[in-house]
């Protein structure tokens, strides 16, 4: 699902749990569970590469996951690429302290590098000017152009999909 929902710069992300056949997947819950205590039931893997938009994809699905069925989920990161984030633990898609992940980010853009070109995402909750009012949507900015959509995911493909129009223009 989620690791063929895109291309990754960094490893396909894979899951892990008790119900898991392969060696490295067995291994590598049956640790995490001796660490972390009898209540893991799953656990997730990916090399993050220093990829900033492969994290917070990653960071924004584990924050979905943890709203939408209501259970906890963290991630441990010692080189996290997104504003140094080592650790995150989320309840119910909050973080801890009660704010949003979003509340978070908002401070500064993600920035995504392509072909010599830089793609800025701005979360929702990013504001572009002090006195201007937070977007409900993820704005992106490429080669002087600022649009925006609902998802990040969307934002990607969209700003990939004008990255790739320039390309073909020779611009």
Same mark, same amino acid.
């Given at each position: 699902? +989620?690791?063929?929902? %895109?291309?990754?710069?960094? =490893?396909?992300?894979?899951v892990? &749990?008790? $119900? #898991?056949?392969?060696?490295?997947?067995?291994?590598?819950?049956?640790?995490?569970?001796?660490?972390?205590?009898?209540?893991?039931?799953?656990?997730?893997f990916?090399?993050?590469?220093?990829?900033?938009?492969?994290?917070?994809?990653?960071?924004?699905?584990?924050?979905?996951?943890?709203a939408?069925?209501?259970?906890?989920?963290?991630?441990?990161?010692?080189?996290?690429? +997104?504003?140094?984030? %080592?650790?995150?633990?989320? =309840?119910?898609?909050?973080?801890? &302290?009660? $704010? #949003?992940?979003?509340?978070?980010?908002?401070?500064r853009?993600?920035?995504?590098?392509?072909?010599?070109?830089?793609?800025?995402?701005?979360?929702?909750t990013?504001?572009?000017?002090?006195?201007?009012?937070?977007?409900?949507?993820?704005?992106?900015?490429?080669?002087?152009?600022?649009?925006?959509?609902?998802?990040?995911?969307?934002?990607?493909?969209?700003?990939?999909?004008?990255?790739?129009?320039?390309?073909?223009?020779?611009?």
């Amino acid at each position: 699902m +989620l690791g063929e929902a %895109r291309a990754w710069r960094c =490893g396909t992300p894979w899951v892990a &749990s008790s $119900q #898991s056949r392969g060696l490295f997947e067995m291994e590598f819950f049956r640790h995490l569970k001796n660490d972390e205590g009898s209540t893991l039931t799953a656990a997730g893997f990916v090399k993050m590469a220093g990829d900033e938009t492969d994290a917070l994809i990653i960071t924004i699905f584990m924050r979905d996951l943890s709203a939408e069925y209501g259970i906890r989920t963290s991630i441990r990161d010692e080189d996290h690429p +997104l504003a140094k984030l %080592r650790r995150l633990d989320f =309840g119910r898609g909050r973080l801890p &302290s009660g $704010q #949003s992940l979003e509340d978070v980010l908002a401070k500064r853009p993600v920035i995504k590098k392509v072909e010599g070109e830089r793609i800025f995402f701005y979360p929702p909750t990013f504001r572009l000017h002090s006195q201007g009012p937070p977007s409900p949507e993820w704005a992106y900015a490429l080669c002087g152009i600022r649009a925006y959509a609902p998802t990040l995911l969307e934002a990607e493909q969209e700003a990939l999909k004008i990255l790739r129009g320039f390309g073909h223009l020779g611009a």
